[in-house]
Each structure stands twice: as structure tokens, then as C-alpha cells.
């Protein structure tokens, strides 16, 4: 399990801290205002993008957990109706965000200009969903010193892409990077994947391997639409109430929300992995619970502390449109503690069969 968390702490490290720095950049080129803009279209992109992935990213990591020793024949079968879920929900999706991104921009987001920007990243959604899918594979086949490489690549390609981008096309050369970066994402985790899984599909029952899909899925997707939904809510909230630049403000202290949670985040999968393969053995999974909390609990109150200390000086990398942020900043990272802790026991819920419960505290 350590070995596991050390590989996926690695390859998130490199991308997160490079994305981090990228958005840095990102942010002092556009302005809050415009960053503002960028900021509600990935919490678009990212509501749309939940319902896409139909929860296929931890149904994956358990159901290949389970198989890998014991029922081989079932892993390739699996994988293509995965595949096939995440290209109907994920085209659909992409389709409709496409044909409809006039309307949200003038109806929903009361700002005509960023209809064609949405147009720019509609099919993001469904590269995001395959790649989801991919990644809930491969860490089901403990497969995280490769995810830890493909993780540095793409790190790096989108940092150089963000940066070349932005500064030759301003907002929709951001758009541009996200695209082309979640491309490169999905076609190195395609070749992984394939080379993880049997080839051969030996005849069994597929439509009641598809119903258990769907069924232990379904729960999960739900409570990835409750999140998605009120996170989305609380932008279009502040852009209601005050404006792009308030809005700007909270995008960018939620960066620094998503690198407290980035080490319980990457671990999400590592947990699933070995409490679903601890089985019926209540003593292992218990210990696996309460070593994960004490983890998380550690590994989210030191990044907490240091970045409340140093809110004003991480506020001055910005830039004089950014004014405000230290106090935003110092609101929105308390939230990590109870995100973080939430995480270990979703992994247990799901590990047990137990989604609906899960869904229902979500909710």
C-alpha cells in the first residue's frame, strides 16, 4: 500500500505542482476578470464532465480489483462495455454542451462572449470520461508507477501548452491547452491499458455482467451530480451576486484547495484498491480505514497551516488585479480537513457495495 501511495503521490506531484504553476501564469496573463471567466467555464466543463464519467473511475478500480485474481475472463469484456458507457454518455454530453453553449452562455451565464469558448472545449468532456475510466483500470491492476509516468508528461506538456497558449490567445488559448493536454491524457492511457488486459473475451453472461455495472455505478454517478451541481451553484452564485472578478478570486483559492487535497485525492484509488482486496477480513479493512484517516488528517492540517501563513505572499504572485485573495484564500482552505476525511470513508462505502448510503450522506 505504501509502495502504491509513493508512486501516485510521485506522478501527482509533478503534475499537480506543474499545473499549479502554469495556472499562476494563467492567472497573471488574463486578469481576475477574464480568469474569472476561464474559472466558470471549467466549473462547467467539470459538472458536465461528472455526469459523463456515470462513476466508472472507482466502479473500474473495484471490479478489476476483484477479477485480476480470479476471473480473467471477465477483464477485457469489462473494459469494452466501460468503454462503451463512457462514449455514449460522454458524446451525448459533448454534443448537446456543443450545440447548446450559445444558449448557457446567454441564458445561464448571462454572457454572450463565451458561447464560442464553449464550443472550443465541448468535446473535452468526453476525452475526460475515457481518460477517467482508463485510470480507474489501471489502478485497479495496481498499475501506479506507470500512471505516475504518464502523470510527468502530461504535467509538463500542459504547462508548456497553458503558458505558449495564454500568452499568444489569451482565453481561448487557456481553452486550447486544456483540450489538447486531456487529448494527450487519454491516448497515453489507452496504450497502458492495452497492454494491461487479456485480449481474449471467453463467452459468459454479458447482459448480467452489464447490469452490475450499471447498478453498482449508478449510485455513484448520483452522488458525483450532488457535488457537481452545488460546486457549480456556488459559482454561478458569486457571478449572480457580484461579479467575474469576485469569482476570479474564488477560482484561484480554490487552486490552492486542490493542492491541501491533492495527496488524499491521488490516494482515493489506492485506498479502493486494498480494501477491496482485503475482502471479508473486517480486522484489515478497519486498519486500512483508520491508518488512511490518521494519514489524511496530517497530510491536510500542515499544507493548511502553511498556506494560511503565507496567504499575503502567495497573494502577491497574482498580480495588483488579484487584490482580496489572502482572505479568500484563508476561508476556503479550512473546508480540506472535512473534504479530505470524507474521501477515506466514500472509498469504504464503496469497497463494502454500500453506494446508496454513501449517496445518501452525500446528498
Wanted: hydrophobic share 50%.
Amino acid at each position: 500500500m505504501f509502495q502504491d501511495s509513493f508512486w501516485s503521490l510521485i506522478g501527482s506531484v509533478s503534475s499537480r505542482g506543474l499545473g499549479l504553476f502554469a495556472a499562476v501564469i494563467v492567472a497573471r496573463l488574463l486578469g481576475k476578470d477574464i480568469y474569472g471567466e476561464f474559472g466558470m467555464i471549467k466549473s462547467t466543463l467539470l459538472s458536465v464532465a461528472i455526469f459523463s464519467t456515470f462513476g466508472l473511475r472507482y466502479t473500474a478500480t473495484k471490479f478489476v480489483a476483484e477479477f485480476k485474481n480470479g476471473e480473467k475472463e471477465k477483464l477485457r469484456l469489462f473494459y469494452i462495455y466501460s468503454l462503451k458507457i463512457t462514449l455514449f454518455i460522454g458524446g451525448v454530453m459533448s454534443i448537446l454542451l456543443f450545440l447548446f453553449s450559445n444558449h448557457i452562455a446567454n441564458s445561464v451565464l448571462e454572457s454572450s462572449h463565451l458561447g464560442p469558448s464553449l464550443k472550443i472545449v465541448a468535446f473535452w468532456v468526453l476525452f475526460n470520461g475515457l481518460s477517467s475510466t482508463q485510470i480507474g483500470v489501471l489502478s485497479g491492476f495496481g498499475k501506479f508507477k506507470t500512471m505516475a509516468k504518464i502523470n510527468t508528461v502530461v504535467g509538463i506538456t500542459t504547462f508548456v501548452l497553458s503558458v505558449f497558449f495564454t500568452y499568444y490567445f489569451l482565453l481561448d488559448g487557456a481553452l486550447i491547452a486544456l483540450v489538447l493536454s486531456q487529448i494527450l491524457n487519454c491516448y497515453l492511457n489507452y496504450r497502458s491499458v492495452n497492454k494491461s488486459i487479456p485480449a481474449t473475451v471467453i463467452n459468459i453472461n454479458e447482459e448480467k455482467l452489464l447490469k452490475e455495472i450499471l447498478k453498482f455505478s449508478f449510485p455513484i454517478a448520483l452522488q458525483e451530480a450532488t457535488y457537481a451541481i452545488t460546486s457549480w451553484l456556488n459559482y454561478y452564485l458569486i457571478i449572480k451576486l457580484s461579479n467575474f472578478g469576485e469569482l476570479g478570486l474564488y477560482s484561484a483559492a480554490n487552486q490552492w484547495l486542490g493542492v491541501i487535497l491533492f495527496i488524499p485525492g491521488i490516494l482515493r484509488n489506492v485506498v479502493l484498491l486494498h480494501m477491496t482486496e482485503s475482502g471479508n477480513d473486517i480486522a484489515k479493512h478497519q486498519n486500512i480505514l483508520k491508518k488512511m484517516l490518521g494519514i489524511n488528517l496530517v497530510t491536510t492540517i500542515v499544507p493548511i497551516i502553511i498556506i494560511m501563513l503565507l496567504a499575503d505572499f502567495i497573494t502577491g504572485f497574482y498580480g495588483d488585479t488579484f487584490t482580496g485573495l489572502s482572505r479568500v484564500l484563508q476561508v476556503t482552505v479550512l473546508s480540506a480537513v472535512f473534504l479530505s476525511l470524507s474521501n477515506v470513508y466514500s472509498q469504504a462505502f464503496m469497497s463494502k457495495s454500500r453506494n446508496w448510503p454513501m449517496f445518501w450522506i452525500n446528498a
